[in-house]
């Protein structure tokens, strides 16, 4: 099982994880709770496409953008579609 945890709170658990560039996508079920907030923040990668944000709330503590997805990346990168991945201090075990 792998665990995201920021603040001391676990915000997503799932044993169904894929990895590309050393970071862990789960799915977007996993997320326990009602911690992600939508932003307007994008991005883009040359091989995976155009990647939206959102942020972590846990515990009235925002952690802005840690958390992306490609809700309809390049054909290179089908196996993320929908996932999420967590940085900005976000632990990941």
């Known amino acids: 099982m792998t665990t995201a945890r920021w603040n001391g709170t676990v ?3 799932s044993d169904d994880i894929v990895t590309v560039e050393g970071n862990a996508y789960f799915p ?3 997320v326990v709770g009602d911690v992600l907030r939508p932003s ?3 991005s883009h990668c040359p091989w995976k496409g155009e990647a939206s944000y959102f ?3 846990v515990d ?3 952690n ?3 958390v992306w997805t490609y809700d309809a990346p390049k054909d290179a990168a089908a ?3 929908g996932r999420l991945a967590f940085w900005k201090g976000v632990e990941v075990s």
Request: net charge negative; charged share 35%.
């Open 11 to 13: 915000i997503a658990e």
């Open 28 to 30: 977007r079920e996993s």
């Open 40 to 42: 307007a923040t994008t």
């Open 55 to 57: 942020s972590l709330e």
């Open 60 to 62: 009235g503590k925002t």
């Open 64 to 66: 802005t953008d840690a």
């Open 79 to 81: 196996e993320i579609t």
